[in-house]
């Protein structure tokens, strides 16, 4: 995003595609405003040698992938009151059920409970907590904390969000992230997927990314300072 009125309404998924040019080459990116109609309305063209396509959930419509590259995978969570047992700091700790990490954390005088890991399979813009996710936090945290007592009624409210991981066939979740260099694989040169990656690994995945561009830019780049 750059310049005027590209900063003035928020983007949507489908607003931005690679702007690809014969023989497979991405030579920048379209943005496009939405119209009254809610179309694409005006296009913009902005060139550029080297795209990263950090898009999220929407990198496969931005990429134009034949073959999803990605998977949404939505995590919830659940805020309740101060309950008898209640810790005072972050308690962390692993789900029975399922051995997923979960965490009973307090947050604005109140306790957050998270989180959920399953794909999902709706509509993107539509994100909500299921019944079934609220009841596997209600009961992780009873089992890890026994005096809880939490039914639904201590729920205060639920939220959820979604990430893109990479794409699996099993129902196995990989929280590994994917680097995806397209004109190594024969595709469009000049665009680079990024699939994944979370706030522990965001220091390697940045460098790591920020080697490739250098690279295909031809450019010579120092030692990080943050290394």
């Given at each position: 995003?750059r310049?005027?009125?590209?900063?003035?309404?928020?983007?949507?998924?489908?607003?931005?595609?690679?702007?690809v040019?014969?023989?497979?080459?991405v030579t920048g990116?379209?943005?496009?405003?939405?119209?009254?109609?809610?179309?694409r309305?005006?296009v913009r063209t902005?060139?550029?040698?080297?795209?990263?396509n950090?898009?999220?959930?929407?990198?496969?419509?931005?990429?134009?992938?034949?073959?999803?590259?990605?998977?949404?995978?939505r995590g919830?969570?659940?805020?309740v009151?101060?309950?008898?047992?209640?810790?005072?700091?972050?308690?962390?700790?692993?789900?029975?059920?399922?051995?997923?990490?979960?965490?009973?954390?307090?947050?604005a005088?109140?306790?957050m409970?998270?989180?959920?890991?399953?794909?999902?399979?709706g509509?993107?813009?539509?994100?909500?907590?299921?019944?079934?996710?609220?009841?596997?936090?209600?009961?992780?945290?009873?089992?890890?904390?026994?005096?809880?007592?939490?039914g639904?009624?201590s729920?205060?409210?639920?939220?959820?969000?979604?990430?893109?991981?990479?794409?699996?066939?099993?129902?196995?979740?990989?929280?590994?992230?994917?680097?995806?260099?397209?004109?190594a694989?024969?595709?469009?040169?000049?665009?680079?997927?990024?699939?994944?990656?979370?706030?522990?690994t965001h220091?390697?995945?940045?460098?790591?990314?920020?080697?490739l561009?250098?690279?295909r830019?031809?450019?010579?780049?120092?030692?990080?300072?943050?290394?």
């Amino acid at each position: 995003r750059r310049e005027g009125d590209l900063d003035a309404e928020p983007l949507r998924p489908g607003d931005v595609r690679v702007d690809v040019q014969p023989p497979a080459a991405v030579t920048g990116v379209e943005v496009a405003r939405p119209d009254a109609a809610g179309g694409r309305g005006h296009v913009r063209t902005i060139d550029a040698r080297v795209v990263v396509n950090l898009a999220g959930t929407a990198i496969d419509e931005v990429a134009g992938s034949a073959v999803p590259m990605s998977m949404p995978v939505r995590g919830s969570h659940i805020v309740v009151d101060r309950f008898p047992g209640a810790p005072e700091t972050c308690l962390f700790f692993e789900a029975r059920s399922d051995r997923r990490p979960m965490f009973v954390l307090p947050w604005a005088g109140r306790f957050m409970i998270g989180t959920t890991d399953l794909r999902h399979e709706g509509r993107l813009d539509d994100v909500v907590a299921t019944d079934g996710e609220i009841d596997y936090l209600l009961a992780e945290a009873n089992r890890i904390i026994p005096s809880a007592g939490l039914g639904r009624e201590s729920v205060q409210w639920s939220y959820a969000g979604l990430r893109a991981l990479p794409r699996t066939e099993a129902d196995h979740v990989s929280r590994d992230y994917v680097v995806v260099d397209h004109g190594a694989r024969g595709a469009d040169a000049g665009l680079i997927t990024v699939i994944g990656g979370k706030l522990t690994t965001h220091r390697a995945l940045g460098e790591s990314v920020v080697d490739l561009v250098a690279a295909r830019l031809d450019r010579e780049i120092g030692p990080s300072i943050t290394a």
